[in-house]
């Protein structure tokens, strides 16, 4: 039974990140077919299948009523959290609902539209608040940001009448600014998605270094003499050094009469001396910017979507093409270059190319599917599954796995 619910529902991802830049919780949106009756218990059971201790904190955004009511209904105080929007609350089954699961001591999240707060009645109700600000919001949370110094967060608060608010949740900040200003000064408990292409603007005629705490990671498992596996694997958590260790494999310094176009035949032809002593160089550029963190983790997990949609079964080489393709999607972002550029200097496998440069190929589809399932993008899912023949209860069940199981980033110190 369960199974067969996966094939009726549209499902979507947005991180929500903390103070630390670490995650906080992951926010899955949930559409179910309009054509079929989805119950609480059996999406529950999907959740409870996948979800374990060691998860980050689950927050279900559901879109139909009748299953958000269902959900409020059944969903135990050490369930996942769920989110109520503002024209939600006004349908009586779903009030209801709230009242009876706010007495069992559901965490319960108010959402609505940008510049809405949550009614003063219904204030206790919910244990706090997703808010998007307004445009006018944000210029005036910007202004307090860019004339207030530290320590004169509250000050700047009181004259700007600055609506960040503390323990709330934000979502939608399109700016890096705006994000420190409300998770640094204000205390927001979290940020709901991340401004990855203003947090990359910000670093546009200035080099990004390699994630210090990878690089770390990578000369410890080198020093123990780890598995080349356990290596390959640590290499490719941080997406910036996978780049610049294929145009490093294939310098002028390597005459080899074949290019190197993956990982593994980079780090067998070099050899792990050779390796450990090109990590320790890129430690002089390494980069500890936290703001850089989401970023490098929304790469590392598309192409674990990747990996996963496209099962490559025993094929080493074919799995090792897919995560290198989700890892090299967005490498602009960290280059200061466009993508297509980018990617003429790694000669990767030309289903990689193809699919990163022309979304042609193979692999096209798959990335195209794992792009689509971060949030807002997940309308598209249904149209692309019927478009490339993939089964879309296989799309379901493989977010549900990856975003379960998928990695915290590595801290570092701010």
Not at 154 to 168: I, M, S, W
Not at 395 to 406: E, F, G, K, W, Y
């Amino acid at each position: 039974m369960s199974a067969s619910i996966l094939g009726h529902l549209t499902l979507g991802y947005q991180w929500i990140w903390g103070r630390q830049r670490e995650i906080a919780a992951v926010q899955i949106f949930v559409q179910p077919d309009a054509a079929a009756a989805v119950d609480a218990a059996h999406l529950l059971d999907l959740l409870a299948q996948n979800w374990s201790g060691k998860s980050p904190q689950l927050i279900l955004t559901v879109a139909s009523n009748a299953l958000l009511a269902d959900l409020l209904q059944r969903v135990g105080s050490d369930g996942p959290w769920l989110t109520v929007q503002d024209h939600q609350f006004e349908n009586a089954q779903v009030s209801g609902g709230v009242d009876i699961a706010q007495r069992r001591g559901l965490p319960l999240l108010w959402r609505a539209e940008p510049g809405a707060r949550i009614p003063v009645e219904a204030r206790r109700q919910f244990a706090r608040s997703m808010v998007t600000l307004s445009a006018g919001e944000a210029l005036l949370a910007l202004h307090a940001a860019r004339h207030s110094g530290p320590g004169d967060g509250g000050n700047a608060l009181q004259r700007t009448h600055n609506p960040v608010l503390p323990e709330q949740i934000y979502e939608g900040l399109g700016s890096s600014v705006l994000v420190d200003h409300c998770l640094d000064r204000h205390g927001a408990w979290g940020i709901a998605g991340w401004p990855v292409d203003d947090v990359a603007h910000g670093y546009r005629g200035r080099s990004i270094g390699p994630h210090q705490p990878s690089l770390l990671r990578l000369l410890e498992a080198v020093d123990a003499d780890a598995s080349m596996d356990v290596i390959e694997q640590r290499l490719t958590r941080e997406p910036l050094l996978v780049y610049r260790f294929l145009r490093f494999a294939n310098s002028a310094a390597f005459t080899l009469r074949n290019p190197i176009d993956s990982l593994r035949h980079g780090l067998m032809i070099l050899g792990l001396g050779t390796f450990r002593n090109w990590l320790t160089d890129q430690l002089t550029t390494a980069c500890t910017d936290p703001n850089l963190q989401p970023v490098r983790h929304g790469m590392v997990v598309r192409a674990q979507l990747m990996e996963q949609l496209l099962d490559a079964g025993e094929e080493d080489a074919l799995r090792r093409e897919i995560i290198l393709t989700g890892l090299l999607s967005q490498i602009d972002l960290l280059v200061d270059e466009p993508l297509n550029l980018a990617m003429q200097r790694v000669p990767v496998a030309e289903r990689v190319l193809s699919a990163v440069v022309s979304s042609n190929g193979p692999y096209a589809p798959f990335l195209q599917l794992a792009a689509a399932l971060e949030y807002p993008g997940m309308r598209a899912i249904p149209d692309l599954c019927a478009l490339h023949g993939v089964d879309l209860a296989h799309v379901n069940r493989t977010l549900l796995r990856v975003l379960a199981q998928s990695p915290k980033p590595l801290p570092v110190a701010r």
